[in-house]
């Protein structure tokens, strides 16, 4: 189960710099092409972390119940 974990962490970091890079280089080049096509970055970084939110809560629902002591 620790490797689940840390894949979710993995995603997560992916995920946030989906969201954040294409602003940064946005403000950095403002004229640039990506411009055009850098609003789908941000957007697959955002559906990328609800599905990742998903998968952690998965996970820990799993972990628990086989933890479970009956």
Do not use: E, H
């Not at 995603?11 to 403002?30: D, E, K, R, T």
């Amino acid at each position: 189960m620790k490797f689940l974990y840390k894949l979710s962490v993995i995603l997560l970091g992916i995920s946030v710099a989906l969201i954040i890079l294409p602003i940064i280089i946005a403000l950095l080049f403002p004229n640039s092409t990506f411009m055009q096509v850098g609003f789908i970055f941000p957007m697959l970084g955002i559906i990328m972390a609800l599905l990742t939110g998903l998968f952690v809560i998965i996970v820990s629902l799993i972990d628990w119940f086989i933890n479970k002591k009956f």
